[in-house]
């Protein structure tokens, strides 16, 4: 009979349980990383009473959790895209609204500095078109300043966010060991730690949502973390730190390291998890921007500069640089092992690209490479400055201080700096060279038809450029400059000298005389100012293939193109984000409605259980008052 | 599928998300009238609208360079109609002084009449525009261009021709420089002049001439000699004889491709020079005139020399009225070209708009029935979420 106590205790003890299970079911429905759990009821072993097996009523052997590893997996990858992508448009769509459909007011800032330039050849010794000029180029110069000084302070942003991302790293990495160290020991006793585990999986979670992760079981009980190529972050019970480096090249930007990879950068491997965003928003979205928009300044800057110095300002001179722009950059590595420096000048703005280059000196040669296309970009000279080395395919010479060591890294960047570096140069209005060089006349004295064109300027840093030239007709076939020669005459043909060029067509009479000669002071000449008005849609980048304009527009729509692609890609992901989590959900997530039906099943259970005892209660009661003889 | 209450909320917020997203961008659609504000929503639509907006602003800019261009032209063309005038109106007094039948008074009346008219022409030659510059010195806009001297005048300027920009790649010359209209004129018939010398005894006068043989013409220095007062000879620079013959008055000397006419009676000895012409000054031509009108002799001889004199100078004039006439015809076609230039650009410019117009603006239509589609569906989802959120089991458990 003490058997029937024996079954309705364990059943009711058993019961009590499953309410509980439940009830913290239902406590837990909201909270983060909770598996739902179940209590795992089995009969206990049976009693030989009489011959005969009687169960001995029900035994908990545990309570498991509703968990799927390959679920929690997918969801963990699909985490680290997401989290990539988040942070990579957050850049995207910044840099996306900053352009907007004007590239950040570029456009019209553009066109007002042309305009300037077409009011000046209207009215080309008229003071307050020419200030209006300065001012249109200052606006120019500034709206690019501020453009880049916005993309800078998204590349520090960067950088913060990096800081953090890491920091939150370790802090995670940590616990995780922790929990291992935890679980380790809690697993001993053979039952299964639920809650640390549901812990550690939600830790792993966060993790992932940061940089992507993969993970290994240990026998027992513990994990092992590891992120990129296979770096370990957490080795059971043991933690290896990231920590922030300075990028080799370029010291105000910063990289991961691993406390395993002895300083040296890793951000390479990190490709996905808000972290693999950051590195990308920089190296893809970022610095690309600020490049073009380099190459777009210099561009503009060295156009102006190079009309300047063709045509004569107002006081007869050959006009100086009205733009002032940065020269490109040259980093060492501080890896190098030699303290030799580089410097490097454009040499040709046509050919020039919005790409950086790596300068590597090993085996006693010098090769530069395009770091955007990997493509070898072609070299001549020795990198002295007798004779620099010259990349003529992109427009670029080098000198370096010395012969560096061997394996020496330097870093060429043509464009990066020059949108925040260029200035307006030219602050006096009559500095502004409206005037064509030279000018051309005929002489009075004349006696055949023919006409002397416009000179033009084929080489403004001619030292005669300015000096007095006569074309003297000897006959009407034959031409002498300055007295000297005796050149044949074909009308409409090229006359070149000094750095000027001049066409004379019809028929001279022997005797004629034309004259080139320097515009001089105050000159009411616009054609300089008419060809500077036209340069922006004149094809100079791209070796001639692209206007100022269309790499204007250009860079509108590949920042456009760039955003909507990862917003695309971003929305994607973010279903099928949706779809891991509605999976993990689904299996490991509370059910309510269940755990009511539940709570009735163990209520219903436990008074059963409960009325059973009370029957054997009864039954004990007769028993005994059956032997006291009180039973009537 | 399983499903539990969490992922009922999370799919319900998600799908708030989502919808609350489209309807702020169709409210911002809506609000700026702009189908895309940033390049993402349309990174084609985005570089096309760039570089039509810059397409636009230059040829808006290429009117404004045409109407200032317009200006100047206009400027030019009524000086250039007031030096017509002065010319003719020199012309006349050169012909009544030619009459034979003028005092010395009135030749010398004449005269100051003409210098009045130098002085007309001479602030014409010096006109400057609204800004001040002077139209007719080239490049020199600031300098003034002519000052008389005791020759004619003098010209400061240059020969340079102003370009202003009136449409892609199309360029139109503002203004004439004022060597080409004042000084750059041709003496005699144009191809060449005859003088008569200054010591010529007899009354031989200078006509008609021209070039009757452009193949066989030569354009040298030739002397006309009369051997007899009934014979000349025409020598060329090189001393050979080209021609001789009997001289009669009023009839043609013709030799080397050209004729002279040449009539009354000159004497012996006497000499005509016959030279290509050269540039003159209108100036000069006036200066030439007044002098000879204020110097002549009541002799027959010093008769004929004022008498050629004047034709030297009504030739020039002649001359200079057929420059001034050139340089007017293409003041004219030059302003008909900026007017073309500037209807095409107006009709470039209203293709650009709607071009930009047919990317950029939004279809009100549709955006508007889209937002209302959109609102439907918040509502929608909202009260199902309200529905389905309420069911519980726990509500019947008691």
Not at chain 1, 150 to 175: F, G, H, K, Y
Not at chain 1, 251 to 275: K, W
Not at chain 2, 73 to 91: K, V
Not at chain 2, 221 to 241: K, L, M, P, R
């Amino acid at each position: 009979l003490s058997n029937i106590f024996g079954i309705d205790t364990s059943a009711l003890q058993a019961f009590q349980q499953a309410i509980e299970v439940t009830s913290n079911n239902v406590a837990n429905a909201s909270t983060p990383g909770y598996d739902e759990e179940t209590i795992e009821l089995n009969t206990a072993d049976p009693q030989l009473t009489g011959g005969i097996d009687i169960g001995a009523g029900v035994d908990v052997s545990g309570v498991q959790r509703s968990y799927s590893a390959a679920a929690v997996n997918q969801l963990n990858t699909s985490q680290s895209s997401l989290g990539q992508l988040t942070s990579l448009q957050s850049y995207t769509s910044q840099i996306d609204n900053l352009f907007g459909t004007t590239a950040g007011g570029l456009t019209t800032a553009l066109q007002n500095y042309y305009s300037g330039w077409s009011a000046v050849a209207d009215d080309p010794t008229s003071t307050a078109a020419r200030q209006a000029l300065i001012g249109d180029a200052q606006a120019l110069a500034q709206n690019l300043n501020t453009t880049s000084s916005q993309l800078n302070e998204m590349n520090s942003d960067v950088n913060t966010r990096i800081t953090a991302d890491v920091q939150q790293v370790n802090s995670i990495s940590t616990q995780i060991a922790n929990l291992n160290t935890q679980i380790t020991q809690a697993s001993g006793d053979g039952q299964s730690p639920n809650e640390l585990l549901d812990q550690r999986d939600q830790l792993v979670s966060n993790l992932s949502q940061i940089v992507g992760v993969s993970t290994t079981s240990n026998s027992d009980g513990s994990i092992n973390v590891y992120i990129g190529n296979g770096q370990p972050l957490v080795l059971d019970q043991n933690t290896y730190q990231l920590s922030t480096v300075a990028n080799q090249f370029n010291a105000s930007q910063l990289e991961v390291a691993s406390s395993t990879s002895d300083g040296v950068a890793i951000s390479g491997q990190i490709t996905s998890g808000d972290l693999g965003g950051l590195l990308a928003a920089r190296t893809q979205a970022i610095d690309p921007a600020l490049n073009q928009l380099g190459q777009l300044a210099t561009t503009i800057a060295d156009s102006a500069n190079t009309q300047q110095a063709s045509g004569l300002n107002l006081n007869g001179e050959l006009g100086s640089a009205i733009f002032s722009v940065g020269a490109p950059t040259v980093s060492a590595s501080s890896a190098n092992t030699d303290s030799t420096t580089a410097t490097a000048s454009i040499t040709n703005v046509g050919a020039l690209t919005s790409d950086n280059y790596l300068l590597t000196y090993k085996g006693g040669a010098y090769s530069l490479t395009d770091t955007t296309t990997g493509a070898n970009i072609a070299l001549a000279g020795t990198g002295t400055s007798a004779d620099p080395l010259t990349a003529s395919s992109v427009g670029l010479s080098i000198v370096l201080s010395g012969t560096p060591a061997s394996g020496d890294q330097f870093l060429v960047q043509p464009t990066t700096q020059a949108a925040s570096t260029i200035g307006v140069s030219l602050t006096d209005p009559s500095g502004i060279a409206a005037a064509g060089a030279v000018e051309s006349s005929a002489s009075d004295a004349n006696t055949g038809s023919a006409t002397i064109g416009t000179p033009t300027v084929t080489d403004a840093t001619n030292a005669n450029l300015l000096n007095t030239t006569t074309i003297q007709f000897l006959t009407p076939t034959t031409y002498e400059i300055n007295g000297a020669g005796d050149y044949t005459y074909a009308s409409g043909g090229d006359i070149g000298q000094n750095g000027w060029q001049v066409q004379i067509s019809g028929t001279p009479a022997a005797g004629d005389t034309f004259t080139v000669q320097s515009n001089g002071s105050g000159s009411g000449d616009n054609t300089n100012a008419l060809a500077a008005a036209n340069q922006d849609t004149q094809n100079i980048l791209g070796n001639g293939t692209i206007s100022i304009s269309g790499a204007v527009s250009a860079l509108i729509s590949g920042a456009g193109a760039q955003a909507q692609q990862v917003n695309t890609a971003q929305t994607a992901q973010t279903a099928v984000n949706t779809q891991a989590q509605d999976n993990v959900q689904s299996i490991s997530g509370v059910n309510l409605d269940d755990e009511a039906a539940n709570l009735m099943q163990w209520q219903q259970a436990y008074q059963a259980s409960a009325q059973a005892l009370s029957v054997a209660n009864g039954l004990f009661t007769n028993l005994l008052d059956a032997v006291n003889g009180t039973y009537t | 599928m399983r499903v539990t209450q969490n992922l009922d909320q999370a799919q319900f917020l998600t799908a708030l998300n989502q919808l609350e997203s489209s309807i702020s961008s169709s409210q911002n659609q809506i609000s700026t009238g702009l189908s895309f504000t940033t390049a993402s929503q349309n990174p084609v639509g985005a570089g096309l609208v760039s570089g039509y907006n810059q397409v636009l602003a230059e040829s808006q800019q290429y009117t404004t360079n045409g109407q200032s261009a317009t200006d100047s032209l206009n400027i030019e063309d009524s000086a250039l109609t007031q030096l017509q005038d002065q010319l003719q109106s020199l012309r006349s007094l050169a012909l009544e002084a030619n009459s034979g039948t003028e005092s010395a008074q009135d030749l010398s009346d004449i005269a100051t009449q003409a210098q009045q008219i130098q002085g007309s022409l001479l602030s014409v030659a010096n006109t400057q525009d609204g800004s001040g510059n002077y139209i007719f010195a080239g490049y020199s806009t600031e300098t003034q261009p002519f000052a008389l001297n005791s020759t004619g005048a003098t010209y400061s300027g240059d020969q340079g021709q102003r370009q202003v920009q009136i449409g892609a790649g199309q360029t139109v010359v503002i203004g004439d420089n004022g060597d080409a209209v004042f000084n750059q004129i041709k003496t005699g018939n144009g191809s060449f002049n005859v003088t008569a010398a200054s010591g010529n005894t007899g009354t031989g006068l200078i006509g008609a001439t021209s070039v009757t043989n452009p193949a066989d013409y030569v354009a040298g220095t030739y002397s006309i000699d009369f051997t007899a007062a009934d014979a000349y000879q025409v020598e060329n620079s090189a001393g050979t004889v080209v021609s001789t013959g009997t001289y009669t008055s009023g009839q043609a000397i013709s030799f080397d491709g050209m004729q002279v006419t040449l009539s009354g009676a000159p004497a012996t000895g006497d000499s005509f020079t016959v030279a290509p012409s050269t540039d003159q000054s209108i100036f000069t031509t006036v200066q030439n005139l007044v002098s000879a009108l204020q110097n002549t002799t009541s002799s027959s001889a010093g008769q004929a020399q004022l008498s050629n004199s004047i034709t030297n100078a009504v030739n020039s004039i002649d001359q200079a009225l057929d420059n001034t006439q050139t340089v007017q015809a293409s003041v004219g076609a030059r302003l008909n070209t900026i007017t073309t230039a500037q209807s095409v650009g107006t009709a470039q410019q209203t293709q650009l708009q709607e071009s930009i117009s047919n990317i950029q603006s939004l279809n009100y239509a549709s955006a508007i029935t889209s937002l209302d589609s959109q609102n439907t569906t918040l509502s929608a989802a909202m009260q199902a979420y309200t529905l389905t959120e309420g069911l519980s089991l726990f509500k019947y458990l008691s």
